[in-house]
């Protein structure tokens, strides 16, 4: 069974702190992994991480994956009151579009 | 409409009312899906459709019932509702090539 996993559960930061979550996976067909913000509402799309290795960055985020070690890491520097959120480790399979599998979340909170 | 959008944003039913749920996209996107987001268990799938006229069985699709009658409408109908069906529900699409999902604003259903 596919299976992704985000540590930590929770993380507690001031602001200007730089944070780092994680996200290891045991997938079988793996396609993509995509990662989520999620305030009061929906999810919003952040990165999708296809190829081992390539950063991805925007503005104070950035997020890469390694294939060989099954994880991903999303950094987030510099952080602010406005970063506070859920955030979303998926994995999309080749065989299975519609099912993505999702982690359980990490939820940030940046005090002032 | 630009993007995703759902209705009603939140509804009180007593149990063992039918209810729909309405999903509608603009982007032309050829996949949707149907989430419920429960404390603690994250975004389960509840029914995705690849295509118009083709809908399939997510993680949790018992009590729950979909169409896919054209490409921009997804109503999730939940037929005799139960205590246990008392969640968020999030609707999205993707380009199936794409594999990158956009959620709709969610539906907050009390089912008492």
């Known amino acids: 069974e596919d299976k992704v996993v985000q540590s930590p559960l929770s993380l507690v930061v001031h602001e200007g702190d730089t944070v780092t979550l994680n996200c290891s996976y045991e997938?079988?067909?793996?396609?993509?992994l995509l990662w989520y913000k999620q305030e009061k509402k929906a999810p919003t799309f952040l990165f999708m991480l296809?190829?081992?290795?390539i950063e991805k960055k925007s503005g104070r985020l950035s997020s890469i994956l390694d294939k060989k070690e099954l994880f991903s890491i999303l950094n987030i520097t510099a952080t602010q009151t406005g970063d506070s959120a859920v955030y979303l480790c998926v994995f999309i399979s080749i065989t299975s579009y519609g099912k993505l599998t999702f982690g359980q979340g990490t939820i940030l909170t940046v005090h002032p | 409409i630009a993007g995703i959008t759902q209705a009603p944003t939140s509804q009180i039913l007593a149990a063992g009312r039918r209810m729909t749920l309405r999903c509608t996209q603009d982007m032309r996107h050829n996949a949707m899906y149907w989430y419920r987001q429960d404390l603690g268990l994250g975004l389960r799938l509840i029914h995705y459709s690849n295509t118009a006229g083709t809908t399939g069985k997510g993680e949790v699709p018992d009590g729950y019932s979909v169409s896919r009658a054209n490409t921009d409408d997804f109503p999730l109908t939940l037929a005799s509702a139960v205590p246990s069906q008392t969640s968020v529900y999030f609707c999205?699409?993707?380009?199936?090539?794409?594999?990158?999902?956009?959620f709709g604003p969610g539906t907050r259903l009390t089912v008492l």
């Open positions: 997938v079988t067909n793996f396609r993509s």
């Open positions: 296809t190829s081992s290795g």
């Open positions: 999205a699409s993707s380009d199936i090539l794409a594999g990158d999902q956009f």
